[in-house]
């Protein structure tokens, strides 16, 4: 078969297709980009696996017993972090003690904000209800009276010894004000403090890791503008989709360039402000919403601020309901939420103890609670999160022996809680649970755990490095 000609021609288109490909292939940006930036599979894993480095210092108290962890604490980064912490009179004095018995004890320039003045721990608490516009109070006496009765006596010492006064700021009162202290106190962190990277928002019980929440930071950029904290739903946006917000009690963070974006002010031709302060343009907001969390993650979203939620890592959970299981292991734990006072006291010492060289683990929480040592605990509940019962009929409820074989034999079953008026809960997470003695009619409610399911469960599941959880809405307490 004779070969085919090819033409002059035929040459010049051939070449000029090829000078085209090439000048779009190397003059397209997003064509360049393409291998560098291939689109997310479902299938990703929803955490990174930074390799961070500890803010803290060796202790050169390191050698004693009990090492002071004031000695180690990098206050030199304090100015870029602001830390904030809410309080209220009504709240227990354990509470507020409970915080100054870990670091935060350690933050020189802590902020602490209330529903009144005085001085604490070195530290003066700012009256931030006091900054509120009188507006807030007109027609509102019901949600503002517990305020103006306890200022009858002028200061919190008077207030102790007068009962009727006290009774006015304690329960639901002292909680309805709480909602009122989210908007100006975050407006106040910035006037005190307006070249912070970040501002740290927490509470008399959250308990925070540190070291942790320094490493976090660390990794992201605070120029952008973010909101991190365990996700709660919230309100409905005009598309009738749920916004989010972050639980208050689990603590949460503002990047720098989220907080400008929110409270700095417009001003005109002169210089004057052009528009109202946070505080004043939702006003009507704070009136109607329960709950400050609440009202604080909606203000954001309208202001462009969406939450970046980091549940477990930060976690509404107390250190002794942990549900250890594949979602609270390999993850570094930032805050818990509930804290006692003597949780706070103690894991304090156990973070002093171990060191910072790693982030601190859920894995590791659950050596601290040194489950596995122990086989039952009698007036005790592991059972009151997670937990489930078989029908009626299961032979588990016949006694607490039945009801110990009956979790052996079922696969999902790590631990239970018999109650000994013929009930046995099973529970497929691994948790310490609490002291369970109120109930009625005389029951009593005993605890167990598998060892031998617990041992080989936790076999199963080696930390080679910590999961630094993706921001997520889908992933949620």
């Known amino acids: 078969m004779p ?55 060796p202790s050169p108290s390191a050698a004693s017993s009990e090492p002071d962890i004031c000695d180690s604490f990098p206050s030199e980064i304090l100015p870029r972090v602001q830390v904030v912490l809410k309080i209220g009179a009504s709240e227990p004095a354990d509470r507020i003690e409970a915080q100054f018995a870990t670091a935060t ?33 007109v027609d509102n006496t019901v949600d503002f009276e517990a305020y103006e ?21 304690t329960g639901a009162k002292g909680w309805k004000l709480d909602r009122f202290k989210f908007l100006p106190m975050v407006e106040y962190a910035y006037e005190v403090n307006p070249t912070a990277n970040w501002f740290v928002f927490i509470e008399s ?42 639980y208050g009690g689990a603590g949460f963070v503002l990047s720098s360039a989220a907080v400008q974006k929110a409270v700095v002010r417009k001003a005109g031709a002169n210089g004057e402000f052009a528009s109202p302060s946070l505080t004043e343009e939702y006003q009507q907001l704070a009136r109607e919403d329960c709950c400050g969390d609440s009202i604080l993650g909606w203000v954001l979203y309208q202001k462009g601020i969406k939450l970046s939620g980091l549940w477990p890592m930060f976690n509404p959970h107390p250190l002794h309901g942990i549900p250890f299981d ?13 804290t006692l006072y003597s949780d706070m006291e103690s894991l304090s010492k156990y973070e ?32 009151d999160w997670g937990g489930w019962q078989e029908p009626l009929e299961s032979p588990g409820h016949a006694s607490m022996a039945a009801c110990k074989a009956a979790c052996h034999d079922h696969p999902e079953c790590l631990e239970y809680t018999y109650d000994s008026s013929g009930h046995c809960v099973f529970v497929r997470t691994v948790r310490l649970g609490g002291p369970k003695t109120d109930l009625p009619d005389g029951n009593r409610l005993s605890a167990g ?29």
């Open 3 to 57: 070969s085919r000609r090819v033409t002059i021609p035929a040459l010049v288109l051939l070449a000029l297709c090829i000078l085209a490909f090439l000048s779009f292939r190397l003059g397209n940006p997003s064509a360049r980009l393409l291998p560098h930036s291939p689109p997310s599979s479902p299938s990703s894993p929803d955490f990174w696996t930074w390799e961070t480095v500890s803010r803290f210092r």
């Open 105 to 137: 004890r350690c933050i020189s320039n802590l902020i602490i904000v209330s529903d009144h003045e005085q001085e604490l721990k070195s530290h003066h608490v700012h009256d931030i209800i006091a900054t509120l516009p009188h507006s807030y109070r």
């Open 205 to 246: 019980d959250t308990y925070v890791v540190w070291d942790n929440l320094f490493r976090l930071l660390d990794s992201y950029n605070h120029h952008t503008p973010l909101y991190f904290g365990s996700p709660s739903p919230g309100r409905k946006n005009k598309d009738d989709e749920t916004t989010w917000f972050a």
């Open 449 to 477: 755990w598998d060892l031998e399911k617990i041992a080989n469960w936790r076999n199963g599941r080696q930390c080679e490095k910590p999961l630094w959880v993706k921001p997520s809405i889908t992933r949620i307490f």
């Open 149 to 169: 009765a306890f200022y009858v006596n002028h200061t919190i010492k008077s207030n102790a010894t007068n009962t009727n006064t006290e009774k006015q700021m």
């Open 352 to 383: 002093q103890q171990r060191g910072q060289k790693q982030p601190l683990l859920y894995a590791d929480l659950i050596d601290y609670h040194k489950i596995g040592t122990f086989e039952q605990k009698t007036d005790w509940d592991n059972g």
């Open 326 to 338: 594949d979602k609270h292991w390999c993850q570094p734990v930032i805050t818990l939420h509930k």
